[in-house]
Every structure is written in C-alpha cells, then in structure tokens.
C-alpha cells in the first residue's frame, strides 16, 4: 500500500504489511519457515533493505523473520503506532514488559485486570522478582495521582476490563502520568475494543498491548500477542527482551493473524452489532439483574465510552438471578454459544468467570471486585441475531421456569 495514501482502518486492514512481493508478485507475505538465513560475507547480512526485517536484515528466525516482520508492520499501522512487535502470547507480552523492570520499581495497575495477568503479576513477578504492585480503581485521576510512587515504572490499564467492563478515561490518565514524571510508561492492554474501536496512543498511551488471540486473530485458531508503540527507546528494550528471552511466535501464527487482521472491521461490525440488541435484550429480562455493557446507557463509564471509543465492542457482562447453581444451568442449556474461554472469535462464546477464566483470582478480591457466582460473561460473535437470541431465550427459560424463579 502506498505510504501516499491516508487510509481508513478496513484499507489499512487489508493492506498494511501486505505489499506485493518484489520477487514474485505474491500478494500475501509468504510463510517463512527458515530457521537460519546465509550470509554473503561474515557478519553481512540479507535484507536489510527489506521492510520486514526493520532495517537489520535477516541472521536466525527467533532474532527476525521475513513473516512476523510483515505482522509487525501492520499491527503497527492499525494501532496508529510507529513500531509493533509480536510475541508467542498475550502474556509473553506482557511479561517481556516486566522483564525491561527491575526489583524495587513499582507497578500501578487496575484492579480488575486479566485473571493470567493477576497470577502472572500477584504470584509470579511480585514473590520472586522483587516488583512492587498496587492495584486501584481507576475512574478517579486523584487516587491515581496520590498512588504514584517514586519508584512507579509503569501505569497498567484494562479498557475495558475483564470482565466487570470498567471503562478508564484514557486521557485524564496520561495526563495524570505526565504530571508526574517522563519515565512512567503508561500501559493500555486494548484486547477487549481491538485497534478498531480505540486506539490507546492516540490518548496518551506509550503502550497498546494486545492478546492477538482474541479479535485480531478472530478465529479461535492462533496464540499470539503484540505491543505497539512510537518510542524507539521503548521498542529497541523490548525487541532485545524478544530476542533475548525467545518468547517469538511462528511464522504460521503470525500469516494466520495477518489474515485474521484483514476482516477485522468487518466482524468487529457484525459482533457489536449483535452485542447491542443481546445487551438490550438481557437488561430488559427479568431473570438478570445487571448488565455491563459501554453501550448501554446504564454502564457506569457510558460517556468516557463515547468520547474514547468509536464503538461498544463486542463483550456482554451481565448477572443471572440467583448464584452458581442458575449460572450453571443457564450455560449448560446454551446450544449456539459454546462454554468455553477465550472471547473475540467469530463464534459465539460464554462463561462463567468465577469459575473459569478468573478461578486463579482468590476469592476475597474476587468479592472486591463483584466476580461472583451468577456473573456470566458472553463474547459474541458474527452469527445471526435471530438465532443467538432464541438460544439466550430457551436457556433462560430452562434454568429459571425449572426453578420456579420468574
């Protein structure tokens, strides 16, 4: 794609990273399984003309490779971002920015993050690694602002979070960051809206991370994750953590992401489509008490929605009436939606986090942070409404007229 051409997002999707091949004309990056490359002289290299291998050419697949560097590139584009890099998982991510840290630097990180980044933060970098963590809401910029310490690292965000759907006012946060010092990275992990309805940087972040398995990949086929940012400081320190640690993903991953990417505006669209009327649906029927959903006017954080985001994502949290016992049923009586983990795939998904995807999380932050027994958490896919809805009807009628409930 030419660099002359402003693009919209659906075009930067299909075309970013994916230039025709000078050598043959292919019009897909080819899936490059070399682990070595040759050398035309000792420590000269091939390619580094080639945009792929970001100007330092090609030596051994786990430094750089002809396929991820295509990925790289575009999830760079898609992120309004400078540079991107990817890495074997969302938390191989995640963990390659811890490990730019050192013992004693501080972490400021919402409190209803990721249930592996809990485990990964609370039982893993924390006892052994020397880290120091808080975890707090962040709706309030003050509570933020007295909570930096003089040894804060980094700033963590989830918007939205999983899966109580918190919205955090990116720009009040940034803001707030700046305040403070230079050398604070704010971190936005923008998993749950994808590149197509928020773009972090664009709000003051220094970073977007992504679980790549989720909407980008969109097909429940791919573990990957990615980190984009402008800072060349911030992305030559991860870069030698990539390479370093090894933590890289294949190059089949990365041609299945790529062509995950390029109808991501297209089912993001459908999935928040369908989003809307389930939400409506569900916060209209008497068998649920609640619903969290940034589309619907009753979310809490409604309006930092609207301001930061170009839509309301394709993620439903609502509470069942009753506890683990209706929770149980309801998903066990679902056909379409499948039980299982994991969200952003073009079917239709539902599960309990209590039990789930949040069981490593103890149950006292748990209680905290409102993950109880009857909290369902739907990820909602591209199928038709029609369907999803009859399916959402019948397994509601079965936990709650067995029981005598409505």
Not at 106 to 120: A, E, F, K, N, S
Not at 165 to 189: F, G, Q, S
Request: some cysteine.
């Amino acid at each position: 794609m030419s660099e002359r051409i402003a693009a919209k997002f659906g075009t930067l999707c299909v075309h970013a990273g994916n230039e025709p091949n000078c050598s043959t004309g292919a019009v897909v990056p080819p899936i490059s399984l070399a682990t070595t490359f040759a050398q035309p002289g000792m420590g000269n290299l091939y390619g580094e003309g080639n945009l792929d291998s970001h100007g330092k050419g090609f030596e051994y697949s786990r430094t750089g490779n002809p396929t991820r560097g295509a990925f790289e590139r575009a999830i760079a584009k898609v992120e309004h971002a400078e540079y991107g890099i990817a890495f074997s998982s969302g938390l191989a991510a995640t963990n390659a920015i811890i490990q730019t840290l050192r013992a004693g630097d501080h972490i400021l990180c919402i409190d209803d993050v990721y249930g592996g980044t809990q485990r990964l933060f609370r039982r893993i970098v924390s006892p052994n690694s020397g880290i120091e963590f808080d975890f707090i809401d962040m709706n309030d910029p003050q509570t933020i602002s007295n909570s930096i310490k003089v040894n804060t690292k980094c700033v963590w965000i989830e918007s939205p979070t999983n899966p109580t759907l918190k919205i955090t006012d990116i720009r009040a946060v940034a803001a707030v960051v700046r305040e403070h010092r230079d050398d604070i990275w704010l971190v936005v992990d923008n998993t749950f809206m994808s590149p197509c309805l928020q773009n972090p940087l664009d709000l003051g972040a220094h970073i977007a991370l992504h679980s790549v398995t989720k909407f980008i990949g969109g097909h429940s086929d791919v573990v990957m994750g990615s980190i984009s940012c402008n800072d060349k400081d911030i992305i030559d320190r991860l870069r030698f953590v990539q390479n370093g640690s090894g933590a890289v993903p294949s190059p089949f991953d990365c041609y299945l992401a790529m062509r995950g990417l390029k109808t991501l505006h297209i089912r993001m669209e459908a999935s928040q489509k369908n989003a809307m009327v389930i939400a409506l649906y569900l916060e209209a029927s008497d068998a649920v008490e609640k619903v969290l959903y940034p589309g619907l006017r009753s979310h809490p954080n409604y309006l930092v929605a609207k301001a930061q985001c170009s839509g309301s994502g394709a993620i439903i949290t609502f509470y069942l009436k009753g506890g683990l016992k209706q929770s149980s049923s309801f998903l066990s009586s679902l056909k379409l939606f499948i039980l299982a983990e994991s969200l952003g795939a073009v079917e239709s998904l539902a599960e309990c986090p209590a039990t789930m995807t949040h069981a490593s999380v103890s149950i006292e932050q748990r209680v905290l942070l409102g993950i109880s027994d009857n909290m369902v958490r739907l990820s909602i896919g591209i199928e038709h409404i029609d369907d999803l809805l009859e399916d959402l009807k019948i397994a509601l009628h079965a936990t709650f007229v067995n029981d005598e409930m409505i």
